[in-house]
Nanobody, 123 residues
Framework: VQLQASGGGLVQAGVSLRLVCTASGGTFSNYIMGWSRQAPGKEREFVAAISRVGARTTYADSVKGRFTVSRDNAKNTVYLQMNSLKSEDTAVYYC?????????????????WGQGTQVTVSS
């Protein structure tokens, strides 16, 4: 599956931003979808995941309560709503997909990646 992410930008701390990722080339509802990020000088880290029909979500502790992942299977799109942004959220955000059929529980990495979108939060 091919993934195209958008929605990043330069924002001030405390505001909200929504990332959008559109998929093509696969049956979208067969994929667990989600997001990871990579800050300068750091390893890529898991952010959030959503199950194939959207019934389950999971988040990194660092974003829990501030970020919300959702999906629209009719539009082959997954979203990441980011509220109360902090400077430490500054990173390149990547959309990820897993169509391997593995269980949702414990997912923390992806088989397919999109290009990243830069999010910069100024304090």
């Amino acid at each position: 599956v091919q993934l195209q992410a958008s929605g990043g930008g330069l924002v001030q701390a405390g505001v909200s931003l929504r990332l959008v990722c559109t998929a093509s080339g696969g049956t979208f509802s067969n994929y667990i979808m989600g997001w990871s990020r990579q800050a300068p000088g750091k390893e890529r880290e898991f952010v959030a995941a959503i199950s194939r029909v959207g019934a389950r979500t999971t988040y990194a502790d660092s974003v829990k309560g501030r970020f919300t992942v959702s999906r629209d299977n009719a539009k082959n799109t997954v979203y990441l709503q980011m509220n109360s942004l902090k400077s430490e959220d500054t990173a390149v955000y990547y959309c990820g997909a897993d169509g391997s059929g593995r269980p949702f529980g414990g997912i923390r990495d992806w088989h397919d990646w999109g290009q990243g979108t830069q999010v910069t939060v100024s304090s």
